[in-house]
């Protein structure tokens, strides 16, 4: 009887340790089954945030003039057509208008159906000055950009590192003006905090990979009103800080 016993309690240990065995296992495949399913859900985030902004810069939001035969014309152009870095955009503030809680609106004109903003002039060497302009539009759907992709940085979503990789999309909208614009646009710094959190935060992984090609770049261009914009604190001053001197 006592033998009976002894076989019972190991046939029943060896179950128990079987099933351990089988449920341990089963865990370690759904977990790993999880990861890689998170993987592709986050993969796929960062692959849409490309795809947006690189739609974005090709979509005709911008209008340029030029000038031929005397003649000056108003040409619709890309937005990556306003990117480039010399001269800087001016927000040239337009006094005739009434102003809202103090702060003016920028020069603009109606283009089908919307308002062109004037962002810069640019003199030539016939001593006439070419405006250009860019669309409501551009605007609204730039910022919502940066607030999708800081939801994804504040979540994990998206790493530094891919932060880092989008530098020649998320940088060149801090510097040249462009922070300085954004910020009267929108009638202050704290409507466009996602923008400014997702530059610094480059230019952060930018420091901590010591990867100085997108700081150089980005203090090549940057204007005294860029930086009182993104360095918005203290702890924003001091990234800054580091930046130029990393930078130079």
């Avoid at 128990?16 to 993969?43: E, G, K, P, S």
């Avoid at 739609?55 to 057509?81: P, Q, T």
Wanted: hydrophobic share 45%; glycine share 4%; proline share 2%.
């Amino acid at each position: 009887m006592l033998t009976q016993l002894v076989t019972d309690c190991s046939l029943g240990i060896a179950n128990v340790i079987q099933w351990t065995v089988l449920i341990a296992t089963a865990v370690v495949i759904y977990l790993a089954f999880q990861r890689h399913q998170v993987r592709i859900a986050r993969h796929s985030i960062v692959r849409q945030i490309e795809e947006d902004i690189a739609a974005l810069f090709r979509s005709k939001v911008a209008r340029v003039e030029v000038s031929g035969k005397g003649v000056v014309k108003l040409e619709e152009h890309e937005f990556r057509a306003v990117l480039d870095n010399q001269p800087p955009w001016t927000f040239e503030e337009d006094k005739s208008a009434s102003s809202v809680s103090g702060w003016f609106q920028s020069k603009f004109q109606f283009i089908d159906g919307q308002r062109y903003w004037q962002i810069r002039s640019v003199p030539q060497s016939d001593g006439t000055v070419l405006r250009q302009y860019l669309s409501s539009q551009a605007f609204q759907e730039t910022l919502l950009w940066f607030r999708r992709v800081n939801r994804a940085r504040k979540d994990r979503v998206i790493t530094p590192d891919e932060l880092l990789d989008l530098w020649r999309a998320i940088l060149p909208l801090g510097f040249a003006g462009r922070a300085n614009y954004f910020a009267h646009y929108f009638q202050g710094a704290d409507d466009i905090i996602a923008m400014v959190q997702v530059i610094n935060e480059t230019l952060r992984a930018g420091l901590k990979r010591n990867h100085r090609r997108p700081l150089h770049y980005f203090c090549s261009y940057m204007t005294e009103q860029d930086r009182a914009v993104l360095a918005h604190d203290k702890k924003a001053g001091r990234l800054h800080s580091l930046v130029a001197k990393a930078g130079k």
